[in-house]
């Protein structure tokens, strides 16, 4: 249990960050899903280029590591490609 009033903010800030970045971590799942999952070229090249920008803001803002945003990017666009 905190002991002091900033630790106690602290603890509501950290619970509403890890709920926040839950949901945005669920929603990039589901996103590359939606792109893997694409069966006609039209709808995967438009769920592909939402999925490459919500990857993009993501790494940005540190949510996940750059390079692992650029390696997701790259087998979603040769998943795309080869349809």
Do not use: W, Y
Not at 24 to 41: H, L, N, P, S
């Amino acid at each position: 249990m905190p002991q002091h009033k900033s630790a106690e903010k602290r603890v509501r800030q950290s619970e509403r960050r890890r709920v926040r970045n839950l949901a945005k971590r669920t929603r990039m799942k589901t996103a590359i899903k939606k792109v893997f999952g694409a069966t006609e070229k039209e709808a995967a090249t438009k769920e592909l280029q939402t999925t490459i920008s919500m990857l993009d803001r993501m790494a940005v803002k540190g949510m996940i590591h750059r390079n692992k945003a650029a390696n997701l990017k790259s087998k979603l666009t040769r998943r795309v490609a080869a349809l």
